[in-house]
DNA sequence: TTTACCTGTTGACATTTATCAACGGAAGTT
DNA sequence: AACTTCCGTTGATAAATGTCAACAGGTAAA
């Protein structure tokens, strides 16, 4: 279960973790798993854990006064899932976190980052690294909303993320790019004819 | 000059700085200006550096096909400006960051932060936490994309950044809400009317 | 098997926002 | 002072997207 773990800490460190950390980090990420449309955040809760996914598919979002969802993030296979504001802040969550398949993660609590992981410097290099990666990819994400015709988005998606379409249903997508399922119907029949 | 930056520097890290590290800071953060209208990066470029900005404001944007400005990113005093992806990656810029008012800043170098900065714990701290912070805000303020209509948007924008409606025209303020300068002036008078 | 739900599509229509053009006032320049 | 540029507003119209309703095929559940 933690092998998955592992292997990703090594392509996104440069220090090598030694055997006495990969048991620290063992004890401190404790699997667990979720069936298909539980949760793993309900808006309101303070976001205890952040998560590594092994195996499987959740998506976070948020929903409006009329009830609508509007997803923020899709995350499969060796992606983070939590709400960072939420778990450093300890303040309530606006979003709501679920599994769109059955998944298989890895959780940490705050308390487990700051006092057992902190110390481990590929740990502080891969959140680093994460950190900033994530900040890059929501900045190019909202210049894409700003300056994009929904279309070009969705290329844009598609192309960059072509998994996501095999693995959430169009509405989700659609929901994912800022448009309605409607919308995004239409404009994946205008361009098969293109 | 450096005063702002030592101050800021107080405010977001837990450690204080040695007078040994205020020298490195000294040392390596070099004060340029920029009159109005200047460039501090320009599309194609690599992004040299990062700069906190001791007085005035800049803005950050990309241009479309047609030539249309899409604001990303204003900034003022007490605010950091550089393309984080182009610094960190040392690829080309897909944006542009200008001068909006005659700006004093102080800049470093992609060689400054990992040669002589990255040995600072205040300076680690900082910009872990100024990584973190800029994640969480820039999932804000996408989220209030999908989710908001322009009108609330506009709203939010007015409550969390006041001082921006003072610093920068409304076609600008209406470039970094991804609207046109005609449909803000519009919202602006229905919101009045109310 | 039957039922219920989930998914994607389509049509008709409403709403939001963009586009284009024009105007007046404010501010900056010569 | 004359001139130019910038800024905000307004009107008319077009384009993009949303809303509501209906339907059909697929899949999961009873």
Known sequence: ????????IK??????????EMEVIKNTFVPNKLRKRQYFLQEGEVCKYMAFIV??????????????????QL??????????ESHTNLTPSIYNIDAWEDTDFLQATKDGFLNRLSSIPAINELFRNLDERYAIATQKRLNAHISLT?????AELAKSYPEFLQRFPQHII?????ITKETLSRIRKQMVSK
């Open 174 to 178: 659609a929901s994912y790019l800022g």
């Open 11 to 20: 392509t996104h460190s440069l220090t090598p973790l030694t055997e006495s």
């Open 55 to 72: 195996k499987g598919a959740m998506r976070q979002y948020s929903v409006d006064d009329k009830g609508v969802e509007h997803i923020v």
């Open 75 to 84: 995350s499969i296979e060796n992606w983070w899932v939590g709400d960072r």
């Open 150 to 154: 929904a279309e070009k988005r969705y």
């Open 1 to 8: 279960m933690h092998e998955a773990l592992f292997k990703y």
